[in-house]
């Protein structure tokens, strides 16, 4: 299975770019990393909103290029923020594990404003899944992929 690697340019090289439905890799795949990064922030409802608006008008912006990779990396970034948001929700302080390890009992709710940041981060990662142009590009990268078009995999 092809790793990604931070010292890749997946712009220069989409082809090399591995598919993963979670989050994987989202912190290795530049140019899209340094793009997107900055705007990620779920401390609270207002914070989540502002991460969502600028990251959804980046995917446009990546989708006007018919870029699937920005597209993607949008997406995966909408999805962390849901999962990171849900795991403050969910943990006090956002820890999961205690200090020996063991894992946390969940709360419901232990945090309701980052559960209100969770939801927002939600709503937009579904809207880029059911968007037709995502589907779309996804199935042609992924042909393109499994015809042998990924030079080093």
């Known amino acids: 299975m092809a790793e990604f690697s931070p010292t890749i340019d997946y712009r220069a090289q989409p082809e090399r770019y591995p598919y993963r439905s979670g989050e994987q890799g989202v912190f290795q795949v530049q140019p899209y990393k ?5 705007h990620w922030q779920f401390k609270d409802e ?11 008008e ?3 912006s990546y989708r006007a290029a ?6 993607d990396m949008a997406r995966k970034f909408l999805q962390m923020g849901f999962t990171r948001a849900m795991r403050y929700a969910k943990y006090p302080g956002g820890r999961k594990y205690t200090d ?5 009992e969940p709360q419901q709710w232990a945090d309701a404003e980052k559960r209100r940041a969770a939801v ?30 990924a030079p080093g995999d």
């Open 120 to 149: 927002i981060f939600r709503n937009a990662w579904q809207a880029v899944l059911a968007d037709p142009a995502y589907e779309r590009l996804k199935e042609a990268h992924q042909q393109r992929r499994s015809a042998g078009d």
């Open 34 to 38: 340094r793009e997107l990064l900055p």
């Open 46 to 56: 207002d914070a989540a909103r502002g991460a969502r608006d600028a990251l959804l």
């Open 58 to 60: 980046r995917y446009r």
């Open 100 to 104: 020996d390890g063991t894992e946390r």
């Open 66 to 71: 018919d870029d699937f990779v920005g597209m």
